[in-house]
């Protein structure tokens, strides 16, 4: 699906025919926003036609799962952006990737799934009219802006679900919160890996070294940066608080079990002297007075009162 928004003296317009999109890139007071909903290679077909874009940022758009980047090319610059959002379903986070085109006079964005929050700047765009005079670069902010501050919420959600693991290790042990905490840092590995590079790429947007972004655009793509820069310290810090509550929950594993293996070893040298005199006792020598009454008695108290003895000392050093 291809639709695109365009300001012609002040003029709002809209709509999704593809031959009229040409007549507008001709027109050197319009301005025009295009965003395609990737479905086919219909759609990249007629995006290399219009636009005459390089065959290798058109590649990028075809094979998803590309790394947030930045490219400059003569006229304008190739951006790759990654949202996220929270799969509940599968409890995991996922990426929404999606491409701009960016030059003084239109923007370009492909993209392969829905966007709750594109689609939030496309209808604001749509409805107010002095928007437009900031720039396409400026709308290039507004979209980058609420892309990134998603992230937030996310991590957020990430910070309470990692309080009540805590919270849980500390109770008991519970292999669910493992399974939990492994997913965890699965997921935060995730995004650091798509937060690092994009802090990259707006490090270059927002030092204005690109044309076609003006230096009053610059210092909002800098504060996006700053978020980024804050998004990534929290990443770390969580990833931080995941290692720590892993090694909590294996270090009361490993206690846990040298408790039983201590309690199982003062069983055993309990049992020790006991399984001495029951063999001492047990040999048949003709010289041993068997018959003996006072013997046997004092035998019994002996397999009685050594075994007590043992275990009330351990008691008392506190090894049971």
Known sequence: MIRYLYCKNAQ???GMDQAK??????????KLWVDIHWENTREMQWLEETFRFHPLTIE???HRNQRPKVEDYDDYFFLVLHGCKHNHTQEELETQEIHLFVSTNYIVTVRGEASPQLDLVYQRYRSEAPLWTKGVDFLLYRISDALVDNYFPL???????LDQ????????????????LFMLKRSLSFLRKTVSPLRDAFNVLGRGDLSPVSEKTAIYLRDIHDHLIRATELINSYRDTVGSALDIYLSTVSNRMNEIIKRLAVVA???LPLSFLAGFFGMNFEAMPFGNIRLFVFSLALFLALPATMAWWFYRNRWL
Request: with cysteine.
């Open 12 to 14: 709002l317009g809209e």
């Open 269 to 271: 040298t309990i049992f």
């Open 165 to 180: 693991l805590e919270d849980k290790i500390l109770v008991g042990l519970d292999e669910d919160a493992l399974k939990q």
């Open 60 to 62: 990028d758009c075809t």
């Open 21 to 30: 999109v040409s007549s507008l890139l001709a027109e050197p007071d319009a």
């Open 155 to 161: 991590l957020d959600e990430v910070e309470d679900k």
